[in-house]
């Protein structure tokens, strides 16, 4: 049984660094194609964003995937997301007279999500217009 457990948590590190972990960018950071900022840029990463950080070097650079594609930016430009707990789910009443669910954070894709914000919450908006508004606009759509 020992030997078992040994092997699941030696596969498990290994395992871990291709997930990844998210990250927040601190500011508007160039998305770059190398690690070096005389690489190309491939956009700039509005402050706020949510990265997921494949690996990070030494040398102050993390490898990162941002909107479905890979490249680089400065650490010096990540922070850990915010974590909050205990939050109560809160309503409002959309432009047609729907009760639609706040922007709301969740550990994972809750059902009936239609957006995550820039500040990681999940929206539930049931139109374009206006989604995430107040929370630093959309950093990805789910639907």
């Known amino acids: 049984m020992k030997k078992f457990f040994s092997i699941l948590v030696a596969c498990f590190i290994m395992a871990a660094p291709l997930f990844g972990e998210n990250k927040v960018t601190s500011a508007s950071v160039n998305f770059r194609t190398e690690a070096t900022t005389k690489s190309d840029v491939i956009t700039v990463i509005p402050k706020g964003t949510i990265v997921n950080v494949i690996s990070s070097s030494n040398d102050g650079w993390s490898f990162v995937t941002y909107s479905d594609k890979k490249g680089y930016i400065s650490s010096k ?67």
Not at 93 to 100: D, F, L, M
């Open 77 to 143: 430009y990540l922070k850990a997301p915010v974590t909050i707990t205990n939050t109560s789910v809160k309503y409002y009443i959309n432009s047609k007279g729907e009760k639609v669910q706040s922007p709301t954070y969740y550990p994972t894709v809750p059902a009936g999500a239609t957006a995550i914000c820039r500040d990681g919450t999940y929206s539930f908006s049931k139109s374009r217009k206006g989604t995430c508004s107040h929370h630093g606009g959309v950093a990805k759509w789910l639907k």
